[in-house]
């Protein structure tokens, strides 16, 4: 079947470190996007990608990094600097028509 | 700038009734108009879709009513049943890979 693998479903990090969330797609879809989700503040924009190798911060980027060698890969890297890390990611892709598809998200939380 | 503004943020709804979650949006170019349920711990699936060159879209127990003019829309729950207790987004969708959500609203139908 079709659909976005994300993975760990639950990540634990202590401060300081870094850690990637992974995000694989098989629907092939040209864009994908990465969401932070925190209670009562609906979903947050963090990094977008159009096409491979090319991708563009969203809302909330600082802290976060990305890559996009592959169609179908897009993890997001939550570095030392983002200072609030703990919260539930989303990952999401479109064939473009104005629907998303979501993955089922990680958790991470910061010890 | 909220894009999409979304109320209410909590709604409860005996069993059978029917649940209103409303959404305005500034930016007459939004082109679709998507609403997510999201089961805790999940990530959002969409649950119906409309376009702004149509007023209502039902179906089964879901409707999405569009008033172009207000630049307002409303998902409508008939029969509301206890396995719709979830969050729900709305969305607006520009050129069909930029998405903008509103903040979420957690339904709970009490049986």
């Known amino acids: 079947d079709g659909g976005i693998t994300q993975s760990p479903k639950y990540l634990f990090r202590k401060e300081g470190q870094n850690v990637t969330l992974s995000c694989e797609q098989n629907?092939?879809?040209?864009?994908m996007y990465w969401y932070r989700q925190d209670p009562g503040q609906g979903l947050r924009l963090i990094y977008y990608s159009q096409i491979v190798n090319d991708f563009q911060k969203g809302d909330i980027a600082e802290g976060y990094s990305v890559s996009r060698e592959k169609k179908e890969s897009f993890p997001l890297t939550v570095t030392s600097a983002q200072k609030n890390p703990t919260a539930f990611y989303l990952c999401?892709?479109?064939?473009?028509?104005?629907?998303?598809?979501f993955g089922a998200g990680s958790r991470l939380t910061v010890l | 700038q909220q894009q999409v503004k979304q109320s209410p943020q909590s709604l409860i709804v005996q069993k059978g009734g029917i649940s209103i979650i409303n959404c305005a949006y500034e930016n007459t170019a939004f082109d679709y108009f998507p609403w997510y349920q999201q089961f805790p711990g999940k990530g959002p699936a969409l649950l119906i879709a409309?376009?702004?060159?149509?007023s209502e879209k039902k179906e089964g127990r879901f409707t999405i009513s569009f008033n172009k003019s207000a630049k307002q829309f409303s998902l409508h729950i008939m029969d509301s049943q206890p396995g719709d207790s979830a969050t729900y987004f709305c969305a607006a969708s520009l050129t069909g890979n930029q998405f903008y959500f509103g903040t979420g609203t957690s339904l709970t139908v009490i049986p």
């Open positions: 629907l092939n879809h040209d864009a």
């Open positions: 999401a892709s479109t064939l473009g028509g104005g629907v998303l598809t």
């Open positions: 409309i376009r702004p060159d149509v």
